[in-house]
């Protein structure tokens, strides 16, 4: 047997193994035993940080790179939900599953807490006040609409205000001086005597005039809207001298 022969079985198994072992370098691994330094775990030769979720913390994952992450939405006091999200049994949900878990002016709608309306479904009260609508969620003051009983009516080529249609105008005044009157358009109108050019600026006169002595009474202006159709919507059909057609008409919008 040559030197190097004895040399060999002179030295204990138990070294040989050791060396085998030592020559094993990071993050190379042959079993766990080689990654426990670093608190990993040897997977396919290599120390890694998992090998199935039993080596993960709580509310992690072994992902398929061997790391540790937490699941999605996990949550605990250390790691809160994101937003308006709401913490239960450590996973991220909805802010609000029913009204109850909302503030006492609020309700909750598609998991969110938002603030109740004024009026109608969801909120403390379904109608509002006498004098109120509800519209949107809220109570609207509700608007007036003024007119007087009959149009104002025109002598014959003239767009100044007759004494007899006074009158009608100071009632219907007195309605559109009231904070929640509804905006008015005065449609001017004319008979068809004249030209069609000449009839769509006399029915504009017509309104202009009364929009004016509206104003004269207290009305605020920015409630009047003027539009002349001259003769091209006569409340009586026929041609000629129509005293009807001769008119400003109220259209509240």
């Not at 040399?7 to 079993?31: D, I």
């Not at 709401?86 to 969110?112: V, W």
């Amino acid at each position: 047997m040559s030197t190097l022969g004895r040399l060999l079985l002179s030295v204990p198994f138990g070294a040989l193994l050791l060396s085998s072992s030592a020559c094993v370098e990071y993050p190379k691994c042959k079993n766990d035993e080689h990654c426990v330094e670093k608190g990993e775990v040897c997977v396919a030769g290599f120390c890694k940080k998992c090998k199935d979720n039993s080596q993960c913390g709580k509310g992690q994952e072994c992902t398929a790179s061997n790391t540790c992450e937490y699941r999605a939405g996990y949550c605990d006091d250390g790691r809160p939900c994101y937003g308006n999200q709401k913490c239960r049994d450590n996973q991220c949900g909805p802010q609000c599953l029913n009204n109850g878990e909302c503030a006492a002016n609020q309700f909750c709608s598609e998991g969110a807490c938002v603030v109740k309306p004024e009026c109608g479904v969801n909120a403390d009260r379904e109608s509002c006040d006498e004098g109120f609508d509800c519209q949107g969620g809220r109570c609207v003051r509700r608007m007036v609409e003024c007119r007087p009983s009959a149009p104002i009516y025109f002598d014959f080529d003239k767009h100044n205000i007759k004494r007899s249609e006074e009158a009608k105008l100071k009632e219907v005044a007195a309605c559109l001086r009231n904070d929640n009157a509804s905006r008015v358009t005065l449609g001017g109108h004319a008979d068809d005597v004249g030209s069609t050019e000449y009839n769509l600026a006399l029915g504009d006169s017509r309104a202009s005039s009364v929009r004016e002595f509206l104003g004269r009474l207290g009305v605020s202006t920015s409630l009047l809207n003027t539009t002349s159709y001259g003769e091209d919507r006569p409340a009586v059909e026929g041609s000629g001298r129509q005293p009807k057609n001769r008119r400003v008409e109220f259209d509240a919008r």
